[in-house]
């Protein structure tokens, strides 16, 4: 076993980070593009393993089933523990999701094709986009917890309160919709890297706010 200095064990780290991070996009693009052409029932791990020249075991030890390999990082995936943890502090809240979509959440490096050909497998079947839906849905609810409790705390409210709720459940559609905003903007080559991420989810959110306070509701108070 290869001992690293301090100085060298980030680096080796990274390294390690970044060779997994490519050996599941190099997976998961074969096994959309097997069963974009022959259907999802029709793929078998054994055929995506081989094409990949990998063992079942490191298959399954990335994606746990097919379905993961071929839905991939279609929304956000929360990491709920580290969440939790940057909550629990003073910071921003929003600064911290910010951070966490920017280092998890690989759709921002996918390539149009790929979601392309995703979207149209999962239109195809219904069980898949059904899988997809469920798992969203628990994330959404997952996500309105734990904001609901930072909410709670910097307000001194029950977490149940129906206004902590509602701002929640709002705080979850506004950061849904800055990632799919920074994400068209990815597509395009303007934006590469967590720091070009985050600093383009921070513009984002000034935008929104700026043309919430310029918009005229017509039931706003006057």
């Not at 995936?77 to 939790?84: P, S, Y």
């Not at 129906?162 to 905003?181: M, Q």
């Amino acid at each position: 076993m290869t001992d690293h200095s301090p100085a060298e064990a980030p680096r080796a780290a990274g390294l390690r980070e970044r060779k997994q991070r490519a050996l599941r996009a190099r997976v998961e693009q074969v096994a959309v593009n097997l069963v974009y052409e022959r259907g999802f029932d029709e793929v078998s791990v054994d055929e995506i393993c081989a094409a990949c020249e990998i063992s079942q075991r490191t298959f399954f030890n990335h994606f746990g089933t097919k379905e993961n390999a071929v839905i991939g990082n279609v929304f956000l995936q929360l990491d709920a523990e580290r969440l939790q943890r940057g909550l629990a502090g003073d910071d921003d809240p929003l600064e911290v999701i910010f951070a966490l979509v920017a280092s998890a959440d690989r759709t921002f490096a996918e390539s149009g094709a790929l979601r392309e050909r995703r979207i149209a497998i999962l239109q195809r079947n219904r069980e898949l986009f059904a899988s997809v839906t469920a798992r969203m849905e628990a994330f959404r609810r997952e996500f309105i917890e734990l904001i609901s409790a930072r909410l709670a705390r910097d307000r001194g409210l029950s977490a149940f309160d129906e206004t902590v709720r509602l701002d929640a459940d709002l705080e979850f559609s506004l950061v849904i919709s800055l990632a799919k905003h920074v994400m068209h903007i990815r597509l395009q080559g303007d934006v590469g890297g967590e720091q070009q991420i985050v600093a383009a989810l921070r513009s984002a959110r000034v935008r929104a706010a700026r043309l919430l306070g310029e918009a005229r509701l017509p039931f706003a108070d006057e």
